[in-house]
Each structure stands twice: as structure tokens, then as C-alpha cells.
């Protein structure tokens, strides 16, 4: 059973800067794909950032293309989300999410899914507040 725990969100001005990280506990952290999703109130769930098992393969939504960085270290269980240059359209929850039974890459042939509902497990989130 794969555990996922999000930390690394706050409350920070327009311009700056904070790094999320996801912690994962169960099988496999680097046999599987992995992305951060964010949701704002009254809005769905969207993609953020996507990232292959070993890290080879990035996706970033255009929205966050050159500001987000999203990065994973297999040794150590964790996945980041480098964030540059906030916006306060930013201000959202953000989610980790884990594809530990490889149902993105058999629904879409690829590492990710811009729809949320073939990542099998997700964090609890954490909230990410930029003022202006």
C-alpha cells in the first residue's frame, strides 16, 4: 500500500518562492509515475506537473511552464515541486499522486494523465496561499 504525505506549503508573497515535497511510504516509490495536482475553490482538479518512474520525462502545465520545477528522488522516497515566481493564481491545495499500478500508462501511453481519476492514491494536500 503506498502512503503519501505532502509538506512544504505556507502562506507567501506574490514573486516568491516555496518548495513542496511529497514523502512516500509502501512498494515500489521508484517503479511508478508520479504528479502534482492543485485545486482552487470551486474549481476541479488540474495537472500541475508530471513525472516518469525514473525521472526522465517531465510534464509541465503551461500555466506554471518556467516558474515549476517538479523533481523526484528514488532513493530517498520523495517527490518536490519547486515553485519560482508565485502568482496569486497560485493559491490553491495542492495534491501529491501516485500511479503505483500503472493504470495512467495503460489508459493513456504516457507517464501522466491530465485528468485525475487514474492516479490511484493521493496525499491529503497542502495549502499554498500567494498574496499580492
Known amino acids: 500500500q503506498v502512503h503519501l504525505v505532502e509538506s512544504g506549503g505556507g502562506l507567501v508573497q506574490a514573486g516568491g518562492s516555496l518548495r513542496l515535497s511529497c514523502a512516500a511510504s509502501?512498494?515500489?516509490?521508484?517503479?511508478?509515475?508520479m504528479g502534482w495536482f492543485r485545486q482552487a475553490p470551486g474549481t476541479g482538479r488540474e495537472l500541475v506537473a508530471a513525472?516518469?518512474?525514473?525521472?526522465?520525462?517531465?510534464y509541465d502545465a503551461d500555466s506554471v511552464k518556467g516558474r515549476f520545477t517538479i523533481s523526484r528522488d528514488n532513493a530517498g522516497n520523495t517527490m518536490y515541486l519547486q515553485m519560482n515566481s508565485l502568482k496569486p493564481e497560485d493559491t490553491a491545495v495542492y495534491y501529491c499522486?501516485?500511479?503505483?499500478?500503472?493504470?495512467?500508462?495503460?489508459?493513456?501511453?504516457?507517464?501522466?494523465?491530465?485528468?485525475?481519476?487514474?492516479?490511484?492514491?493521493w496525499g491529503q494536500g497542502t495549502q499554498v496561499t500567494v498574496s499580492s
Open positions: 499522486a501516485a500511479d503505483p499500478y500503472g493504470k495512467v500508462e495503460r489508459t493513456y501511453g504516457s507517464a501522466w494523465s491530465l485528468k485525475p481519476q487514474p492516479y490511484d492514491r
Open positions: 513525472i516518469s518512474w525514473s525521472g526522465g520525462s517531465t
Open positions: 509502501g512498494r515500489g516509490f521508484g517503479s511508478y509515475a
